[in-house]
């Protein structure tokens, strides 16, 4: 289909291992999201990016986290040294954009399930 | 601090009645709202949005109203089916562009009885 992939879809991993998520947005939409859903809690976000440059970092638990976005198009996110509490959903989210292009909805991949051991 | 607050965790409701489901806002510069809904094991799938220059917004089955000096929302279906039933989160932007990251609710479980 044409909408937001996202993988690995599952990811089991022991604590301290470095883990790297993939996100594929929707083919044209330049604003890209990171999110996360931890057990019962709702969305949380992380970082947003604009092309390929990040206005919008404060969302970013710790240093060990970070993200990059290459060509406007797949967007990887990096946890260093995962720890217990990093166990979650992580989801990407993409959406047109611009200020030419007010109040777009942002559409949701299918998630990554972190389980950190 | 909680901008969006879902004060329901869960409702049920019958087929063929109305379900409404509940959001409140604290972030007075909240300029857009929008609607998911969640399947286990899936990702948020927008339903409908509204912007704050408008009070209702309707799409078939789905109708989400503003109340913007209350700083709530709603959503009603109807008729609610029983492939209704998930979690419903509301979410909120602001500065005029729904291109700012999302702020969302923890979510109400909607089930749908048949």
């Known amino acids: 289909g044409a909408g937001v992939s996202q993988s690995p879809s599952n990811k089991v991993t022991e604590k301290g291992k470095d883990v790297e998520l993939r996100c594929d947005p929707i083919s044209g939409h330049t604003a890209l999201y990171w999110y996360r859903q931890s057990l019962g809690q709702g969305l949380e976000f992380l970082i947003y990016?604009?092309?390929?440059?990040?206005?919008?970092k404060s969302g970013l638990p710790s240093d060990r986290f970070s993200a990059e976005r290459t060509g406007g198009s797949v967007s990887t996110l990096t946890i260093q040294r995962t720890q217990q509490e990093d166990s979650a959903v992580y989801l990407c989210?993409?959406?047109?954009?611009?200020?030419?292009?007010?109040?777009?909805?942002?559409?949701f991949g299918d998630g990554t399930r972190l389980s950190i051991l | 601090d909680q901008q969006v607050k879902q004060n329901s965790p869960s409702l049920s409701v019958q087929e063929g009645r109305i379900s409404i489901l509940n959001c409140d806002y604290t972030n007075s510069m909240f300029d857009y709202f929008l609607w998911y809904k969640k399947y286990p094991a899936e990702g948020p799938t927008f339903l409908i949005s509204?912007?704050?220059?408008?009070d209702k917004n309707e799409d078939g089955r789905f109708t989400v109203f503003l109340n913007k000096s209350a700083k709530h929302l709603s959503l009603h279906i109807v008729p609610s089916q029983p492939g209704d039933s998930a979690v419903y989160f509301c979410a909120a932007s602001g500065f005029n562009s729904g291109n700012t990251p999302l702020v969302f609710g923890k979510g109400t479980r909607l089930s749908v009885i048949a």
């Open positions: 990016f604009q092309g390929n440059s990040a206005p919008d």
């Open positions: 989210a993409s959406s047109l954009a611009g200020v030419q292009v007010p109040n777009q909805p942002q559409h």
């Open positions: 509204i912007s704050s220059i408008k």
